[in-house]
Protein backbone atom coordinates (compact mmCIF):
# COMPACT_ATOMS: atom_id res chain seq x y z
CA UNK A 1 0.00 0.00 0.00
CA UNK A 2 1.37 3.38 -1.01
CA UNK A 3 -0.94 5.39 0.30
CA UNK A 4 -0.27 8.43 2.51
CA UNK A 5 -2.48 9.88 5.62
CA UNK A 6 -2.32 13.38 6.68
CA UNK A 7 -0.79 14.07 10.17
CA UNK A 8 -4.26 14.47 11.97
CA UNK A 9 -6.27 11.18 9.88
CA UNK A 10 -7.37 10.23 13.44
CA UNK A 11 -6.82 13.10 15.05
CA UNK A 12 -9.71 13.33 17.48
CA UNK A 13 -10.07 9.44 17.73
CA UNK A 14 -9.60 6.52 20.71
CA UNK A 15 -7.91 3.82 19.57
CA UNK A 16 -7.40 0.69 21.45
CA UNK A 17 -4.41 -1.53 21.15
CA UNK A 18 -3.74 -4.75 22.71
CA UNK A 19 -0.04 -6.32 23.14
CA UNK A 20 1.03 -2.44 22.71
CA UNK A 21 4.75 -2.85 24.49
CA UNK A 22 6.05 -4.84 21.87
CA UNK A 23 6.35 -5.41 18.10
CA UNK A 24 3.23 -5.03 15.76
CA UNK A 25 1.03 -3.84 18.99
CA UNK A 26 3.83 -1.02 20.03
CA UNK A 27 4.67 0.14 16.01
CA UNK A 28 0.75 0.64 15.93
CA UNK A 29 0.30 2.38 18.52
CA UNK A 30 2.84 4.65 17.77
CA UNK A 31 1.65 4.97 14.22
CA UNK A 32 -2.06 5.62 15.64
CA UNK A 33 -0.42 9.03 17.92
CA UNK A 34 1.65 10.41 15.40
CA UNK A 35 -1.29 10.36 13.38
CA UNK A 36 -3.18 12.29 15.80
CA UNK A 37 -5.20 9.18 17.77
CA UNK A 38 -5.86 9.50 21.62
CA UNK A 39 -4.10 5.49 22.66
CA UNK A 40 -5.12 3.45 24.75
CA UNK A 41 -1.97 0.97 25.37
CA UNK A 42 -2.79 -2.76 27.32
CA UNK A 43 -0.62 -5.01 27.83
CA UNK A 44 0.55 -6.88 31.00
CA UNK A 45 3.80 -5.46 31.97
CA UNK A 46 3.64 -2.25 33.67
CA UNK A 47 7.22 -0.75 32.59
CA UNK A 48 6.85 -2.02 28.92
CA UNK A 49 3.89 0.19 29.20
CA UNK A 50 5.22 3.30 30.35
CA UNK A 51 8.28 2.87 28.39
CA UNK A 52 6.08 3.48 25.37
CA UNK A 53 3.65 5.84 27.24
CA UNK A 54 6.79 8.09 27.12
CA UNK A 55 7.55 7.47 23.93
CA UNK A 56 4.36 8.78 22.80
CA UNK A 57 4.16 12.09 24.85
CA UNK A 58 8.26 12.53 23.66
CA UNK A 59 7.25 12.45 20.49
CA UNK A 60 4.30 15.28 20.79
CA UNK A 61 1.40 12.39 20.70
CA UNK A 62 -1.44 12.76 22.38
CA UNK A 63 -1.49 12.04 26.00
CA UNK A 64 -2.20 8.06 25.94
CA UNK A 65 -3.80 5.82 28.75
CA UNK A 66 -1.62 2.86 30.05
CA UNK A 67 -3.93 -0.09 31.45
CA UNK A 68 -2.30 -2.89 32.65
CA UNK A 69 -3.78 -6.11 32.35
CA UNK A 70 -3.18 -10.21 31.91
CA UNK A 71 -5.43 -11.41 29.24
CA UNK A 72 -4.66 -15.16 30.15
CA UNK A 73 -5.90 -14.87 33.72
CA UNK A 74 -8.96 -11.63 32.86
CA UNK A 75 -12.15 -12.41 33.85
CA UNK A 76 -15.01 -11.14 32.87
CA UNK A 77 -15.05 -8.38 35.33
CA UNK A 78 -12.22 -8.07 34.95
CA UNK A 79 -12.96 -6.46 30.80
CA UNK A 80 -16.02 -4.65 32.33
CA UNK A 81 -13.73 -2.35 34.55
CA UNK A 82 -11.30 -2.06 31.27
CA UNK A 83 -14.11 -0.71 29.59
CA UNK A 84 -15.00 1.60 32.12
CA UNK A 85 -11.53 2.65 32.76
CA UNK A 86 -11.98 4.15 29.46
CA UNK A 87 -15.18 5.84 29.30
CA UNK A 88 -14.08 7.54 32.58
CA UNK A 89 -10.60 8.53 31.56
CA UNK A 90 -10.91 9.58 28.15
CA UNK A 91 -14.99 9.32 27.23
CA UNK A 92 -15.27 7.07 23.85
CA UNK A 93 -13.82 4.84 22.04
CA UNK A 94 -13.30 4.71 17.97
CA UNK A 95 -11.31 1.40 18.03
CA UNK A 96 -9.17 -1.64 19.04
CA UNK A 97 -6.45 -3.46 17.12
CA UNK A 98 -5.99 -7.05 18.63
CA UNK A 99 -2.26 -7.19 18.51
CA UNK A 100 -1.62 -9.68 21.26
CA UNK A 101 -0.53 -12.87 21.07
CA UNK A 102 0.47 -16.26 23.04
CA UNK A 103 2.89 -19.01 21.47
CA UNK A 104 4.63 -21.42 23.06
CA UNK A 105 6.40 -23.15 20.37
CA UNK A 106 6.22 -25.16 16.85
CA UNK A 107 5.86 -29.01 17.93
CA UNK A 108 4.32 -32.02 16.49
CA UNK A 109 0.55 -32.81 17.86
CA UNK A 110 1.63 -35.45 19.95
CA UNK A 111 4.12 -33.21 22.17
CA UNK A 112 1.49 -30.57 22.23
CA UNK A 113 -0.16 -30.51 26.03
CA UNK A 114 -4.01 -29.44 26.82
CA UNK A 115 -2.62 -26.50 29.06
CA UNK A 116 -0.70 -25.18 25.98
CA UNK A 117 -3.93 -25.05 23.99
CA UNK A 118 -6.08 -23.82 26.36
CA UNK A 119 -3.39 -20.86 27.17
CA UNK A 120 -2.94 -20.22 23.71
CA UNK A 121 -6.76 -20.31 22.90
CA UNK A 122 -7.36 -18.10 25.72
CA UNK A 123 -5.47 -15.38 24.77
CA UNK A 124 -5.64 -15.20 21.23
CA UNK A 125 -9.30 -16.00 20.58
CA UNK A 126 -10.99 -15.89 23.46
CA UNK A 127 -9.87 -12.51 25.63
CA UNK A 128 -10.15 -10.81 22.13
CA UNK A 129 -13.70 -11.87 22.07
CA UNK A 130 -14.25 -11.21 25.57
CA UNK A 131 -12.31 -6.94 25.47
CA UNK A 132 -14.66 -6.59 22.30
CA UNK A 133 -17.75 -7.36 23.84
CA UNK A 134 -16.83 -5.13 27.08
CA UNK A 135 -16.29 -2.38 25.00
CA UNK A 136 -19.76 -2.73 22.76
CA UNK A 137 -21.43 0.55 24.40
CA UNK A 138 -18.60 2.82 23.66
CA UNK A 139 -17.95 1.39 20.32
CA UNK A 140 -22.19 1.61 18.96
CA UNK A 141 -22.02 4.95 19.74
CA UNK A 142 -19.14 5.90 17.98
CA UNK A 143 -19.55 7.89 14.84
CA UNK A 144 -17.32 5.73 13.47
CA UNK A 145 -15.71 2.72 14.70
CA UNK A 146 -13.46 -0.04 13.53
CA UNK A 147 -12.51 -3.04 15.37
CA UNK A 148 -8.89 -4.75 13.39
CA UNK A 149 -8.14 -8.32 14.23
CA UNK A 150 -4.42 -9.10 13.39
CA UNK A 151 -4.29 -12.55 12.07
CA UNK A 152 -1.67 -15.26 11.08
CA UNK A 153 -0.79 -16.76 8.15
CA UNK A 154 -1.16 -19.88 10.10
CA UNK A 155 -4.55 -19.55 10.98
CA UNK A 156 -5.29 -19.55 7.20
CA UNK A 157 -2.79 -21.98 6.03
CA UNK A 158 -2.83 -24.78 8.15
CA UNK A 159 1.32 -26.16 8.82
CA UNK A 160 2.98 -28.80 10.66
CA UNK A 161 3.89 -28.24 13.32
CA UNK A 162 1.08 -25.12 14.63
CA UNK A 163 -1.69 -26.87 16.06
CA UNK A 164 -2.56 -24.81 18.84
CA UNK A 165 -1.20 -21.45 18.05
CA UNK A 166 -2.61 -21.83 14.17
CA UNK A 167 -6.04 -23.43 15.09
CA UNK A 168 -6.47 -19.82 17.73
CA UNK A 169 -5.52 -17.74 15.03
CA UNK A 170 -8.06 -19.63 13.05
CA UNK A 171 -10.55 -18.58 15.35
CA UNK A 172 -9.96 -14.60 15.33
CA UNK A 173 -11.13 -15.30 11.50
CA UNK A 174 -13.97 -16.98 12.75
CA UNK A 175 -14.74 -15.00 14.76
CA UNK A 176 -14.43 -11.50 12.74
CA UNK A 177 -16.89 -13.08 10.52
CA UNK A 178 -19.37 -13.64 12.94
CA UNK A 179 -19.18 -9.94 14.29
CA UNK A 180 -19.37 -8.68 10.96
CA UNK A 181 -22.50 -10.59 10.27
CA UNK A 182 -24.56 -9.73 13.68
CA UNK A 183 -22.50 -5.80 13.60
CA UNK A 184 -24.21 -5.13 10.03
CA UNK A 185 -27.04 -3.49 11.95
CA UNK A 186 -24.81 -0.75 13.17
CA UNK A 187 -23.96 1.22 10.04
CA UNK A 188 -21.18 3.31 12.37
CA UNK A 189 -19.18 0.05 13.13
CA UNK A 190 -16.52 -2.21 11.10
CA UNK A 191 -14.59 -5.01 12.37
CA UNK A 192 -11.92 -6.79 9.89
CA UNK A 193 -8.76 -9.13 10.34
CA UNK A 194 -5.80 -7.94 8.61
CA UNK A 195 -2.52 -10.63 8.34
CA UNK A 196 0.19 -9.02 8.39
CA UNK A 197 2.91 -12.05 7.12
CA UNK A 198 6.75 -12.40 8.08
CA UNK A 199 7.66 -8.98 9.81
CA UNK A 200 10.71 -8.88 11.95
CA UNK A 201 8.44 -8.93 15.39
CA UNK A 202 9.56 -10.50 18.22
CA UNK A 203 7.18 -13.35 17.46
CA UNK A 204 8.70 -13.56 14.46
CA UNK A 205 12.01 -14.31 15.49
CA UNK A 206 10.77 -17.26 17.83
CA UNK A 207 9.29 -19.16 15.36
CA UNK A 208 11.47 -18.66 12.64
CA UNK A 209 14.85 -18.30 14.64
CA UNK A 210 17.24 -19.25 11.58
CA UNK A 211 15.34 -16.76 9.19
CA UNK A 212 17.24 -13.65 8.12
CA UNK A 213 15.90 -9.98 8.82
CA UNK A 214 16.00 -9.10 4.67
CA UNK A 215 13.23 -12.78 4.09
CA UNK A 216 10.33 -10.53 6.44
CA UNK A 217 8.92 -7.50 5.71
CA UNK A 218 9.19 -4.39 7.79
CA UNK A 219 7.14 -3.35 10.53
CA UNK A 220 6.83 0.25 9.16
CA UNK A 221 5.73 -1.23 5.67
CA UNK A 222 2.31 -2.22 7.75
CA UNK A 223 1.65 1.22 9.27
CA UNK A 224 -0.09 2.29 6.30
CA UNK A 225 -2.44 -0.63 6.64
CA UNK A 226 -3.16 -0.63 9.93
CA UNK A 227 -4.31 3.57 9.94
CA UNK A 228 -5.98 2.61 6.85
CA UNK A 229 -8.40 -0.02 8.42
CA UNK A 230 -8.45 1.82 11.47
CA UNK A 231 -9.42 5.58 9.93
CA UNK A 232 -12.33 6.73 7.72
CA UNK A 233 -10.33 5.55 4.81
CA UNK A 234 -11.76 1.81 5.51
CA UNK A 235 -15.44 2.99 5.95
CA UNK A 236 -18.21 1.20 4.82
CA UNK A 237 -15.75 -1.87 4.26
CA UNK A 238 -16.22 -5.10 7.05
CA UNK A 239 -16.04 -8.34 7.12
CA UNK A 240 -12.64 -8.79 4.75
CA UNK A 241 -9.73 -10.30 5.46
CA UNK A 242 -6.59 -8.96 4.01
CA UNK A 243 -3.25 -11.57 4.13
CA UNK A 244 -0.51 -9.24 2.80
CA UNK A 245 3.64 -10.31 2.21
CA UNK A 246 5.52 -6.92 2.96
CA UNK A 247 8.87 -8.70 1.81
CA UNK A 248 7.50 -8.17 -1.49
CA UNK A 249 8.06 -3.82 -1.31
CA UNK A 250 11.47 -2.32 -2.41
Known amino acids: MTQTFEKDYLAGRVVLV ?42 GGPEPVAIPLDLLKASDDDFNTMAYQIKHAVGRLDGIVHCAAHFYALSPLVDQRIDEWMNQYRINTVAPFALTRACMPLLTTAADASVVFVGETHGQQPGAFWGAFGASKAGVGYLMQVAASEWDVYPNLRVNLLVPGPVNSPQRTRTHPGEAKSERGNLADLVPHMLYWLGGASRGRSGETTVLDLRTIA
Open 18 to 59: TGATQGIGRETALAAAAHGATVVLLARSVKGLEKVYDEIVAA
